[in-house]
Structure formats: C-alpha cells, structure tokens
C-alpha cells in the first residue's frame, strides 16, 4: 500500500455540466507526487473512466474507485482504505463544488474518524527525513512552515499553484482499480414490517452564511489577498462561556432571532 494517499472526485462543469476534474483535487495529487512517486489516489462514488485517465495523467500509478450508493457515507465508506495510510492529502472545496464526492467537511471527518491532526490551507510540501515541512497559509498573505509527523490529513489551499502535467502515457499506463460494495446480509423482517419501502432523499443543504456590509477597497482586498479560514479560535473557557460566543456570533450577524 502506498504512504501517501489523495483523495480525489469528480465535478461539474460550471457551463456544460459534464463531470471532470477538480482543480483542488488536482493541485493536492500534484504536490503528493512533488514528494514521492508512489501515491495512490483515491476515491468512493461514481467517477468516469474519463476522469479518472485525467487524474492519472498527473503521473499517479493508481486509482482506486469504491464504489458505494449516491445517498451513502463517503467517510465511512473510506474509512477502512486509510486506517494504514500515514498521508492523507485532499483538495479544498470551493462553494461551486459542494455536492461533490468530497465535500469540504470530509478531510476533517476523516481526520477525527482516524483521531488525527489536520493541517489545512496548505501551499507547498517538501520531505525531511520522516517528517514533511509544510507551508501553510495564514490572513493577510502570511506564511508558516509547520514540522509535521506522520500520520496526519492535509488538505491544500486553493491558492497552491504547483505545476499541473498531463502526460498521455501516464494516463494510459496507470491503473483504475473499482472495487464494489459488498452488500450486507439482510436482517431479518417481521411480516408486519414494510418491505422495499422508498425513501425519499435528502435535499442539497443550504450554506450558512453570514452577511457582511465591506467597502469596495475591502472587497477588492479580499479579491487579491490569499484565501483563509478567519474567525476566531476558543481555546480557553468552559463550555458554557464557548457556547456563548458563538451564539453572540449568530445574532451579530443577524443568523438567529432570539
């Protein structure tokens, strides 16, 4: 088994709606294969050959597809392919790719599933010994370089530009592994009970968002500066007094009405 493993899916295409490749997902493969030519990359859900052939041109050797149901867990079905990985590298997702096989709450489900660190807004990796020194960004253009230790999740920032090849050969030559879901035995039912009933599946949930009033110096600013989480971090205070701040947070900004 491979020591780096990306996680990777499929979007769609803003304007023709065709399934391709993620920017995000393609910038963390390259950064991994930057490291070590030994990545595997990997996903669960539907995903094209064709899709899949552009991920490997990156020069990955394998890409293993778990297949699973559109309504299924992705992080439960991945779960057991990364217990023995020491790296686990995803994209960032932007708000147009929510809804695809990873979302932008996955790597950190995944991270605590695994009760791992995760580092996030990555721009750069590079090997040291054991360890890897990542580049990571902060507010206002800011950098840090972090020591890291495996094993531990990354997930890179949009705003990593590593080189982005396309190699035909490696496209073919690399491997599409698809291993399928093995359907679990069926519990027993009751005569009473309801057999084959459908269910009707969850709506695509909304983004909470905040309203925010910025001049047009502020939101040029925002344009041109590198993307971060902001925010506050509460590491200090019960759970009453976190608690609190957060519901302070909902009413200054107009997000709840009591």
């Known amino acids: 088994m491979s020591d780096i493993t990306v996680l990777v899916a499929a979007r769609h295409h803003a304007v023709s709606g065709r399934p391709v490749r993620s920017r995000a997902d393609a910038a963390a493969a390259a950064l991994a294969l930057g490291v070590s030519?030994?990545?595997?990359?990997?996903?669960?859900?539907?995903?094209?050959?064709?899709?899949?052939?552009?991920?490997?041109?990156?020069?990955?050797?394998?890409?293993?597809?778990?297949?699973?149901?559109?309504d299924a867990d992705i992080a439960a079905r991945l779960l057991p392919a990364?217990?023995?990985v020491p790296w686990v590298l995803a994209g960032t997702r932007s708000e147009a790719e929510h809804g695809t096989g990873s979302t932008g709450i996955l790597p950190y489900a995944l991270a605590a599933a695994l009760q791992r660190p995760v580092v996030a807004d990555v721009l750069d990796i590079q090997a040291e010994g054991s360890a890897w020194i990542v580049t990571q960004a902060l507010p206002k253009g800011a950098r840090r370089r972090?020591?890291?230790?495996?094993?531990?999740?990354?997930?890179v920032?949009?705003?990593?530009?590593?080189?982005?090849?396309?190699?035909?050969?490696?496209?073919m030559a690399g491997r599409i592994v698809r291993k399928p879901l093995q359907a679990p035995k069926p519990a027993p039912t009751s005569p009473s009970a309801p057999v084959g009933q459908?269910?009707?599946?969850?709506?695509?949930?909304?983004?909470?968002?905040?309203?925010?009033?910025?001049?047009?110096?502020?939101?040029?600013?925002?344009?041109i500066e590198s993307p971060s989480t902001g925010g506050a971090v509460l590491q200090a205070g019960d759970p009453h007094t976190?608690?609190?701040?957060?519901?302070?947070?909902?009413?200054?900004?107009?997000?709840?009405?009591?």
């Open 37 to 70: 030519g030994a990545v595997r990359l990997l996903t669960a859900g539907p995903l094209p050959d064709a899709v899949a052939r552009d991920y490997l041109a990156l020069g990955a050797p394998l890409l293993e597809v778990l297949e699973c149901g559109e």
């Open 82 to 84: 990364l217990r023995d």
């Open 146 to 155: 972090l020591r890291v230790q495996a094993p531990a999740v990354l997930v």
């Open 157 to 171: 920032s949009a705003a990593a530009s590593p080189t982005l090849r396309h190699s035909l050969a490696d496209a």
């Open 198 to 223: 459908r269910v009707a599946g969850s709506k695509r949930r909304k983004l909470l968002e905040a309203r925010t009033q910025q001049s047009g110096h502020a939101r040029m600013l925002g344009a």
């Open 242 to 258: 976190k608690a609190q701040a957060v519901l302070d947070y909902l009413r200054t900004h107009s997000l709840v009405h009591f």
